[in-house]
């Protein structure tokens, strides 16, 4: 089920969403209030596809509430999630530029509201905003980054450290720190987080209970605490030869 509304609330949430991320940093306020005012507001319910892959996108999406789950399914029934994006994160960049399809099926991981910028509104602004085009660039750099560094990374890493790192990777959006610890805010069961990964909820569900037994993680329905955030970086600092910085805390 799909709602739209144009709430002035929701609006004034949507301009602060876009003027403090640092996706858009640099971009002009004119910009970025046109976007707002252009934009479309909508809220979909759990499970609900806002793009399917290889389908047009006519709307940059950005999450306002809630999370996106952005995967694929092959023919055979196989899923495989890609990331979950939070607020303020945006979905749909290169076939807007591009006017490609969707790489990737989107849909709502629970009820997610969205702004949808209309592709012409965000053409016309790269034409016009060199902030925006520099931000956008950036942006794809920084993809880039996580994209091939993950990938060579976990083809060589233990399957627990490969575990660890993709909890690691959801806490900066999805986490919620109280005192020491920090709980995901994403409910997520053991065969969805096996998505994420591209294996078994039966292989899962081990290693979150090796981490739990050691004290790192607290597992409960669909959630997961992290206790020790010294002890998962550790983990997912795993030495293969590759250097990098595992910033886990929100």
């Known amino acids: ?8 609330s929701w609006r004034a949430l949507a301009h ?13 306020e004119t910009t970025l209030e046109r976007f707002v005012e252009t934009g479309r507001i909508m809220k979909f319910a ?22 996106l789950e952005i995967g694929v399914s092959t023919l055979a029934g196989k899923h495989f999630v890609i990331a979950y994006l939070g607020a303020g994160l945006i979905y749909g960049l290169i076939p807007i530029i591009d006017g490609g399809g969707s790489l990737y099926d989107a849909r709502a991981h ?41 990938a060579s990374a976990n083809a060589l890493a233990p399957f ?9 990777s959801l806490l900066p959006v999805h986490g919620i720190t109280r005192g020491e610890t920090v709980t995901l805010a994403l409910k997520l069961s ?16 081990r290693e979150l209970k090796a981490l739990e037994s050691a004290g790192v993680v607290s597992l409960a329905y669909s ?3 992290v206790l020790d955030c010294d ?20």
């Open 46 to 67: 759990d499970a609900n596809l806002l793009s399917s892959y290889g389908q047009p996108i006519e709307t940059l999406l950005v999450v306002l509430s809630g999370a």
């Open 110 to 150: 629970g009820e997610a509201v969205v702004l949808g910028i209309p592709r012409d509104v965000v053409l016309e602004a790269l034409r016009q905003d060199p902030g925006l085009a520099h931000a956008f660039l950036l942006l794809f750099c920084k993809r880039s980054r996580v994209l091939y560094g993950g």
């Open 231 to 250: 002890a998962l970086g550790k983990i997912a600092e795993f030495d293969d030869g590759v250097v990098r910085d595992v910033s886990i805390r929100p």
């Open 223 to 225: 959630t997961i605490q």
């Open 190 to 205: 053991q065969e969805e987080f096996g998505a994420l990964l591209g294996a078994s909820r039966q292989a899962v569900n």
């Open 160 to 168: 627990r450290v490969r575990v660890a790192r993709a909890l690691a």
């Open 1 to 8: 089920m799909t709602t739209e509304f144009a709430d002035s």
């Open 16 to 28: 602060r969403i876009l003027t403090r991320s640092d996706m858009l940093r640099g971009t002009a």
